[in-house]
């Protein structure tokens, strides 16, 4: 039984129309009056105006600003750990054939299974005995340590549909296995990099409840507890809310955009190898 034609664009524009609804609220809202956005926050913003960015930009206490740091440095620094150790511990992994790897490779996938707000508490626990509470290191450490098997189950799928004889080969001409690493296996894998790291870039920018808890709702702010902050317990300005909201989105998106076009390789290409 075959599904009626008009069926398969009916469901395709409900899908669209749930992403692109809460995308024109926020910036129908943006450029909107404040005193219309909770009159209709659905109507068209009409006249535009800039306010609310130039508010946001201008705040005194440099919220937008500091959130914006924070989040670049702990996002950039994040990503790179997790790219490089995720590359060569997959890489080892795919490469040994030997049973306590197979026992490695489970429990790290077993990690994949584990909500971050289950482990929050004993991390919290760790960071405050290292003295990384309330840092900045504390929550890269925890970002590294969370997401790091996703980034191993990408690889090594990757890295088992290439020729191992390609290895094989540099290894005969006298390069070192670090060599053979960095110089050939890694540049066959900028279709996997370019995944992991938009997931890990997304993933990490757009995190709420660690930040919170591991920075602290006074000691420091990334871009989504900036925006917690911007709204008060009586009264919240709707207008520099949504302001916050559309550039917060904006670094994340370029970044994304930049790398989009090895992304869709990248996942098929460990799922139909090995």
Known sequence: MTAPP?????????LSALFA??????LANVFKPGEDIA???????????????????????QLFW???TNSIVVTALSVAVLTVLSATLG??????????????TLVLLSG?????????????????????MTTLQGLVLFNVGYYVPFGVFVFTGFIRGVPVELEEAALLDGAGRGQVFWRI?????????ASVMIFFGVWIWNDFINPLVILGPSQGTTVTTGIYRSIGQYQADLG????????????????????QKHFVKGLTGGATKG
């Open 6 to 14: 008009w069926l398969r664009p009916l469901g395709a524009l409900f």
């Open 39 to 61: 009159r209709d926050p659905i109507a068209p913003p009409v006249p535009p105006t800039l306010d609310h960015i130039v508010a946001v930009l201008t705040r005194p206490d």
């Open 240 to 259: 520099s809310v949504f302001a916050l909201m559309l550039l917060a989105t904006l670094p994340v998106l370029l970044f994304y955009l930049f790398l």
């Open 66 to 68: 500091v959130s914006l």
């Open 91 to 104: 890489h080892y992994l795919a490469r040994t054939r030997r049973r306590w790897t197979r026992v490695l």
């Open 185 to 193: 296996v890694f540049p066959l894998l900028r279709p996997a990099t």
């Open 21 to 26: 609804v809460p995308l024109y609220l926020v």
């Open 112 to 132: 994949l299974m584990i909500p971050p707000q289950v482990i929050l508490i004993p991390i919290a626990d760790v960071l405050n005995l290292l003295g990384l």
